[in-house]
């Protein structure tokens, strides 16, 4: 199985061998509302940890999506382009934002497992 890992911003990356699947948790998605337009980087960009990978709009507001992880994008979900209200269906499945290839590895050390990330939404309400 994937190992899930959090960030404060809320981001996702699902971690399976040396690709992280990144997007946004089902709490962001909630706190953004009706999601209206999403844009991706290009497959073959190279991302630093921390940096702006995507931008998700909704009818509230825009909210850039940060690399989890530095690596190079090698994929990107264009159905949520075509389709952004996949993006509140399924944020943490199907509607995943990119893949990124590390670069490494460790810059996923500081992230917080699910329990964590639960912990840290009581927290922050």
């Known amino acids: 199985m994937a190992d ?30 009706d999601i209206v337009f999403v844009e991706l980087p290009e497959v073959g960009k190279t991302l630093s940890k921390g940096q702006e990978a995507a931008v998700v709009e909704s009818v509230k507001a825009a909210s850039e999506v940060y690399a989890p992880a530095s690596g190079e994008v090698v994929e990107v979900n264009d159905a949520i382009v075509a389709n952004p209200e996949l993006v509140n269906e399924s944020p943490e ?33």
Do not use: C
């Open 4 to 33: 899930m890992k959090y960030t404060s911003d809320h981001e996702y990356a699902r971690v399976e061998n040396d690709i992280a699947t990144v997007g946004i948790s089902e709490h962001a998605q909630e706190k953004l509302g």
């Open 93 to 125: 499945d199907a509607a995943w934002f990119l893949k990124i290839k590390l670069s490494n590895p460790k810059d996923l050390d500081g992230l917080m497992s699910a329990d964590k990330y639960k912990d840290y939404l009581e927290n922050i309400d």
